[in-house]
């Protein structure tokens, strides 16, 4: 009996540690939080602005985050942003998520049972990260990152929390990358 527990414990490793994601429309939602009431608050009334913007600047928008494959963000009553987001095959394959991040980035992702361990840095703005992917299934997935960040002209440290689930095979735009 132990034997047989130890090898199921090592076969549900594998097939963690094997777990692809579907290339195609993601949908991601992510809630930022600073740990501060103020900047939380601000962060939320911004988001809350984006989503009020007069029809013509939001179609603007729009289209610049469509040339990327990447959607306006929606906003929920709680703060979070909801997007769309193309995962091309070549992404999937490499367990590759639409992260979208700004300026001049490297990222690195390590292998662990059930998901990857992610870190990144990025220059223009300064911000670097680590944090936790975890797969369901190929069809979802969450992500907790512990982020440094001077988008703001001030250093700030935030924690965001994603959960993303595919959509469809196929995608309103080719992203970029």
Known sequence: MKRFLIALALLSMATAQAQTIKPGLWELNNTVKT???????????????????????????????????????????????????????????????????????????????????????????????????RFSDDSHYTMIMDVNTEATGAPQKVKVNSAGRWLSASCPAKPKG
């Open 35 to 133: 740990g501060d009431i103020q900047t939380d608050a601000a962060i939320q009334m911004a988001m809350q602005q984006l989503a009020n913007k007069p029809p013509a600047q939001r179609a603007q928008m729009e289209a610049m985050l469509a040339q990327n494959g990447v959607s306006v963000p929606k906003v929920g009553g709680d703060g979070s942003m909801t997007v769309t987001a193309c995962v091309t095959p070549e992404m999937a394959a490499k367990k590759e998520l639409p992260l979208n991040q700004k300026g001049n980035c490297t990222s690195k992702t390590a292998p662990v049972a059930g998901g990857l361990d992610v870190s990144f840095s990025c220059t223009n703005p300064n911000s670097s990260g680590q944090g936790q992917v």
